[in-house]
């Protein structure tokens, strides 16, 4: 009897090979003619958490995007402002926004029970009805609404109370929030509401698994749910198994990714990117080394104080912000890249370029008044 031989055993890919395959997904090998709104559901919405963020995610990702475009799908409501993927503002199309919340509820509710000792004695259903109410009568800010459920329960804790709101309801950011140039104070309504349609019921996870591969992958299971804020995700992925193939990274962690996904060769060019704080590229995944050198891990941010990141090769190697550290001078025309290690000449030009593209993109001044300027890391907080 003929021995039984064992199957190949899965490739490994290391993280520059795995970072090749990210930055192809995540469209910032190549800039990509893309409309904003496919470019939006392609990466499976964008970090939000402040408001010029998402403008800047399409400056790195897409030829010859005008900001005008992402606030024109925002305030036709074909893409909203809405708290989703790790408790986190994302800017999702409508579509997206419908399915995803529901898909992702379940940790909305493991973060109330953070805050149960601050809702001792409220009805979570009857705030939901009440908070439902307020806001489709018409938008209201988070004091306006923590005022009325105060109202209710005056012996609440005023932060819990809009986290519950935030937490049994969808809730969006309307415009102008959010919109280029302009932008407003946060005013809150249904996702129902604003859209004039209903949520869809919480789907299975496996059509988001695949796109999640689709924008982040290869993947792990535990990179998929750090980024989705969710857990148990094993079972679908073992559902999708015969329809997937599998690596492992230098760890032996398993990875999951769809078969003809593009995984470039790991000395494909990589263009310098300058990235917005809290890139979706640099929260996609459980471990991040495919994008973030392990001896600048935690350098990108200070606390609750993220920075913007310069990509070099494929690799953050600098944070950046517009002007100059102190206020000494500049103003938006100006972006102070620090380098978190040496850059060469050449790699100093090329970035130089892309900034300059950037400022083209984002800064309505003349050209010639833009400057990008280098200097050694110092924390800009210090």
């Known amino acids: 009897m003929a021995a039984k031989t064992n199957p190949a055993a899965p490739a490994v890919l290391p993280p520059r090979a795995l970072g090749r395959a990210t930055l192809a997904r995540q469209l910032l090998l190549r800039r990509s003619p893309m409309s904003a709104k496919d470019a939006v559901g392609h990466l499976v919405g964008l970090q939000a958490q402040n408001t010029k963020p998402p403008y ?16 024109g799908l925002m305030e036709s409501r074909e893409v909203v402002r809405i708290v989703t993927l790790r408790s986190t503002i994302h800017t999702h199309t409508a579509d997206d926004a419908l399915t995803l919340r529901p898909l992702v509820q379940p940790a909305r509710g493991r973060e109330l029970h953070m805050f ?3 809702l001792a004695g409220v009805d979570l259903n009857r705030l939901a009805v009440i908070s439902r109410g307020l806001v489709e009568e018409r938008p209201r800010t988070p004091k306006e609404l923590r005022g009325a459920l105060l109202a209710e329960w ?35 309504t249904t996702v129902e509401h604003w859209l004039g349609r209903p949520a869809e019921p919480a789907p299975a996870p496996d059509a988001t698994v695949l796109r999640y591969l689709g924008a982040f992958g290869p993947a792990s299971v535990k990179d998929m749910q750090r980024w989705a804020g969710l857990t148990r995700l094993r079972e679908a992925f073992e559902r999708l198994r015969p329809q997937l193939v599998t690596f492992r990274d230098e760890n032996g ?13 790991p000395d494909t060019p990589a263009p310098p990117r300058f990235l917005p704080e809290f890139d979706n590229v640099l929260l996609g995944h459980a471990d991040r080394t495919r994008v973030i050198p ?53 790699e100093r ?21 833009h400057d990008i300027r280098f200097a050694p ?5 210090d």
Request: contains cysteine.
């Open 377 to 381: 890391f110092v924390d800009f907080a």
């Open 294 to 346: 392990p001896q600048y891990k935690g350098r990108n941010g200070n606390g609750n104080q993220a920075y913007g990141t310069v990509l070099v090769d494929g690799f953050v190697a600098a944070i950046w912000r517009h002007g100059v550290p102190g206020g000494r001078d500049g103003g938006e025309g100006t972006v102070t890249v620090q380098e978190l290690g040496r850059l060469s000449r050449a």
């Open 56 to 71: 800047y995610q399409l400056f790195a990702r897409l030829e010859g995007v005008d900001p005008a475009e992402l606030s």
């Open 154 to 188: 005056p012996d609440a804790d005023p932060q819990a109370l809009t986290v519950a709101a935030r937490c049994t309801l969808p809730l969006v950011q309307v415009t102008p929030r959010g919109l280029w140039g302009r932008s407003g104070q946060v005013a809150l």
């Open 349 to 369: 030009d090329a970035v130089t370029e892309e900034g300059l593209r950037m400022l083209a993109a984002s800064v309505p001044t003349d050209p010639s008044a």
């Open 116 to 118: 149960r000792k601050g």
């Open 253 to 265: 962690v398993e990875l999951f990714d769809l078969p003809d996904a593009p995984r470039p060769h």
